[in-house]
């Protein structure tokens, strides 16, 4: 089964930084790959998603973007943060439709 | 997409069964999940249904669906303080497959 790495695990940054969280995976090939956001409270929000290398769909306008360089690879970056990008931070992975998305254990990102 | 729907917080004596409730938005969903979140943790696959279920046991956890009324139920038997967590309902849609999550519902499980 696959194993989906996040890094780091907390991140504290001022406003005005820019942003860079990693997502890989192991144990699959070509899985579809999603950044989802909590923020504080608990809904998840689905920002990104990939069905393939350089393929980003993105679900809410922001001030966040997305890359997919490599086949296991997700990248979430900003140039700018902002105070309400802060919130915990997800990488999802699926593998085929048929299966269920499973989670990295995030990045908690705090903005100050 | 639009609300997947729960009730926000549960509290059961430990021993005793919970039900945790959701309502879902997209018939055309092909599964539906439910995941726990301890806290400051990430994401853990509980279970799922497949939409052309209306039962799914396994163990303690039984997940009925009702299609018609868009409604997913998640009974855990046998209530353990370890089961104190938030619990999401999430349905599956687009062609992406990405997830519409509920706001989770907090169980507490008291001694």
């Known amino acids: 089964s696959q194993t989906i790495h996040q890094w780091p695990a907390t991140l504290v940054q001022p406003v005005g930084s820019p942003l860079s969280l990693e997502c890989t995976v192991e144990?699959?090939?070509?899985?579809?790959l999603y950044w989802y956001r909590q923020a504080a409270g608990r809904g998840l929000q689905l920002l990104f998603y990939?069905?393939?290398?350089?393929?980003i769909s993105s679900e809410v306008p922001q001030n966040l973007s997305a890359s997919r360089p490599q086949d296991r690879q997700f990248i979430l970056s900003s140039k700018k943060l902002l105070l309400s990008d802060s919130g915990f931070y997800l990488c999802?992975?699926?593998?085929?439709?048929?299966?269920?998305?499973?989670f990295g254990d995030g990045t908690r990102l705090s903005i100050l | 997409g639009e609300d997947v729907e729960q009730s926000l917080f549960l509290s059961v004596r430990e021993g005793d069964s919970s039900v945790i409730n959701c309502t879902y938005t997209?018939?055309?969903?092909?599964?539906l999940y439910w995941y726990k979140q301890e806290p400051g943790a990430g994401l853990q696959l509980l279970t799922y249904?497949?939409?052309?279920?209306d039962m799914k046991q396994d163990q303690r956890l039984t997940v009925l669906l009702n299609k018609k009324d868009k409604h997913l139920s998640l009974r855990i038997a046998d209530t353990q303080t370890g089961d104190s967590a938030i619990y999401f309902c999430?349905?599956?849609?687009?062609?992406?497959?990405?997830?519409?999550f509920g706001k989770g519902t907090s169980l507490l499980v008291t001694p």
């Open positions: 999802a992975c699926l593998t085929s439709g048929d299966q269920p998305q499973h």
């Open positions: 144990g699959t090939s070509n899985p579809n």
């Open positions: 990939s069905v393939g290398i350089g393929q």
């Open positions: 997209d018939s055309s969903s092909t599964y």
């Open positions: 249904i497949f939409s052309n279920m």
């Open positions: 999430a349905e599956g849609y687009g062609s992406g497959y990405a997830l519409n």
